[in-house]
C-alpha cells in the first residue's frame, strides 16, 4: 500500500515509517515540522536503507492540505498530526481545537475527494477520562470526565471520523487509542525529543539520567496503587509501531476502536527502578503534590486488538528503558547539534 503519514516526522510518526517499510509498503510523509525535525527523516530513511518523500505542509490549512495531497495516489493515511501537549492544550485551548480539529477535517475531505478509503487515526486512552473500572476495554464510555482542551480533541475527532465514515461508506477507519507509549527504535537513531522541559515520564527520567535534568518530581505518592504513584501501561514505540500496521492491514468499511497497551500497569516508581537497571545511573527523584488532572490508574484490557488484529505487545518496560536510554545517551540533546 502506498500509505501517507500526516505528522510523519514525530515521534510515532518514524517508528511506524520504519515498520511499515520493513513491511514493504510504499511512504510519503505530510508534516509542518511544528514539532519535529527534518533529521527525524533523515535518520528514519538511514534505518530503511531509502529516501522518505515528505511535503512540508500545516494540514491545519485547507488550501495546503489540499496542495499536499494533490498528485499523491495514495491507499491510506495514517492521522498522527496534531498537538498533544496536555498542558499547553489548556493554556491555549482554541489552538488546540483549531490545529487538530481542522486538520483532520482537512484530512477526511482530502481522503473523500480523491477515494483514499482507509485511514488510522491516532487517538488515546485520555478519550476515557477518569476510568470507572480497570482494565479498560473499548466499550468504555468515551468522552465522559476528559478533563483538557486535548483529551477533548481526542474524543470529538473520534466522533467526526464516525459521522464522517456515514457519508464515505467505503470508508475503513480505526481510531487507535494508545496508552503511554515509550521506548526508541534500538538502533538509538530516532526517538522521543521533546522540545523544552518534557512533560511525560519517560523522557523526563531519561534527561535525569544522561545529566541533563537534576531530579524527577514524583506527582503524589498517596494514589491508592501498588506504591502510591500513578500507574500507567506502558508500550514500547516499536509494539505501537507494529499496531498500526495491524490495524491497517486488517482494516474494515466502517469505524473500529482499538486499544492499543499492553495491559500491564507499572507505577512512576517501578519505571524509576527499571531505568535506573537500564541506564547503570541513579535517578535522582522527590515526591510533590499530585498533578492537576492525573487519574490514579490506567490500564488497557488489549483483548480486542489481541483477537482481531492479531496483534499483541512483544516488548517489556525494561525494554523501553533499555532503548530510551541508548537513543538518550547516544543523541543527549535529541536531533538538535547543541542546546535544547
Ligand atoms: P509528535 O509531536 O512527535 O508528532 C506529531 C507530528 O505532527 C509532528 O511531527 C508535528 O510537526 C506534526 N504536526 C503538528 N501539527 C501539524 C499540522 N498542522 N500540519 C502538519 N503536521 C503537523 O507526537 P507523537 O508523540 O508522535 O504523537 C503522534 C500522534 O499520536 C498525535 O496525534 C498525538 O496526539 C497522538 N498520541 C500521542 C501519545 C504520546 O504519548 N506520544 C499518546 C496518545 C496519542
Ligand atoms: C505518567 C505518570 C504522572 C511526569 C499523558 C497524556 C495522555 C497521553 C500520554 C497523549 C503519571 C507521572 C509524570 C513527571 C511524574 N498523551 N509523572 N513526574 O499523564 O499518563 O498521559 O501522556 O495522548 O493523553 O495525558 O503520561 O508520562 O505524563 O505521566 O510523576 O515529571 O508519571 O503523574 O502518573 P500520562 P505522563
Same mark, same amino acid.
Given at each position: ?16 515509517a520504519?515498520?511499515l517499510?520493513?513491511?514493504g509498503h510504499e511512504i ?11 533529521v527525524?527523516l ?8 531509502? =529516501? ?6 500545516? @494540514?491545519?490549512? !485547507?488550501?495546503?492540505?489540499r496542495?499536499?495531497?494533490?498528485? @499523491?495516489?495514495?491507499?491510506a493515511?495514517?492521522h ?8 499547553e492544550?489548556?493554556?491555549?485551548p482554541?489552538?488546540y481545537y !483549531?490545529?487538530?480539529?481542522?486538520s ?7 481522503m473523500?475527494e480523491r %477515494?483514499?478509503n482507509?485511514?488510522?487515526?491516532s487517538?488515546?486512552a485520555?478519550?476515557y477520562?477518569?476510568? =470507572? ?6 466499550s468504555?464510555?468515551?468522552g465522559? #470526565?476528559v478533563?483538557n &482542551?486535548?483529551g477533548w480533541?481526542?474524543?470529538?475527532? =473520534? *466522533?467526526?471520523?464516525r459521522d464522517?465514515?456515514?457519508i464515505?461508506? =467505503?470508508l475503513a477507519?480505526v481510531? @487507535? ?8 527504535h &534500538?538502533?538509538g537513531?530516532? #526517538?522521543?525529543?521533546p522540545?523544552?522541559i ?7 527520567v531519561?534527561?535525569v539520567?544522561?545529566g541533563? !535534568?537534576e531530579?524527577?518530581?514524583?506527582? %503524589?505518592?498517596?494514589? &491508592? ?10 508500550i514500547h514505540?516499536m509494539d ?7 490495524? @491497517? ?9 482499538y ?6 500497569g ?10 535506573e537497571a537500564a541506564?547503570?545511573? /541513579?535517578?535522582?527523584?522527590r515526591?510533590? &503534590? ?7 490508574e490506567?490500564?488497557a484490557?488489549?483483548? /480486542? ?14 525494554d523501553?528503558?533499555?532503548d530510551s536510554?541508548?537513543w *538518550? ?9 547543541q #542546546?535544547?
Amino acid at each position: 500500500m502506498h500509505v501517507i503519514l500526516t505528522g510523519g516526522a514525530g515521534y510515532i510518526g518514524t517508528h511506524t515509517a520504519v515498520v511499515l517499510a520493513e513491511r514493504g509498503h510504499e511512504i510519503t510523509v505530510i508534516d509542518d515540522f511544528s514539532n519535529s525535525s527534518p533529521v527525524a527523516l533523515q535518520r528514519t530513511a538511514e534505518i530503511i536503507g531509502r =529516501e522518505v518523500r515528505v511535503i512540508e505542509a500545516d @494540514l491545519a490549512d !485547507r488550501e495546503a492540505a489540499r496542495a499536499a495531497f494533490s498528485g @499523491l495516489d495514495a491507499d491510506a493515511v495514517i492521522h498522527f498530526a496534531g498537538l498533544k501537549a496536555v498542558g499547553e492544550s489548556v493554556a491555549e485551548p482554541t489552538r488546540y481545537y !483549531r490545529v487538530n480539529i481542522d486538520s483532520t477535517i482537512n484530512v477526511l475531505d482530502q481522503m473523500r475527494e480523491r %477515494g483514499i478509503n482507509r485511514l488510522v487515526f491516532s487517538s488515546s486512552a485520555t478519550v476515557y477520562g477518569n476510568p =470507572e473500572k480497570l482494565p479498560i476495554d473499548e466499550s468504555h464510555r468515551v468522552g465522559v #470526565g476528559v478533563t483538557n &482542551p486535548y483529551g477533548w480533541t481526542k474524543a470529538m475527532i =473520534e *466522533q467526526i471520523i464516525r459521522d464522517a465514515q456515514k457519508i464515505h461508506p =467505503e470508508l475503513a477507519a480505526v481510531l @487507535l487509542r494508545y496508552f503511554n507509549p515509550v521506548g526508541a527504535h &534500538p538502533s538509538g537513531l530516532i #526517538g522521543e525529543d521533546p522540545s523544552g522541559i518534557p512533560n511525560n515520564l519517560m523522557p523526563f527520567v531519561a534527561q535525569v539520567a544522561v545529566g541533563k !535534568r537534576e531530579q524527577l518530581s514524583v506527582f %503524589g505518592d498517596s494514589y &491508592p496503587t501498588v506504591d502510591g504513584t500513578g500507574v500507567r501501561d506502558y508500550i514500547h514505540v516499536m509494539d505501537l509501531a507494529a499496531g498500526h500496521v495491524a490495524a @491497517l492491514e486488517n482494516s474494515k468499511p466502517g469505524v473500529a476502536a482499538y486499544n492499543l497497551g499492553s495491559g500491564t500497569g507499572s507505577s512512576v516508581l517501578e519505571v524509576v527502578a527499571a531505568f535506573e537497571a537500564a541506564s547503570g545511573r /541513579k535517578i535522582d527523584y522527590r515526591i510533590v &503534590p499530585a498533578r492537576a488532572g492525573d487519574v490514579a490508574e490506567m490500564v488497557a484490557d488489549p483483548h /480486542k486488538a489481541n483477537t482481531e488484529l492479531g496483534w499483541r505487545t512483544e516488548l517489556t518496560l525494561a525494554d523501553a528503558c533499555r532503548d530510551s536510554w541508548n537513543w *538518550q545517551s547516544a543523541n543527549p540533546n535529541g536531533y538538535a547539534e547543541q #542546546g535544547e
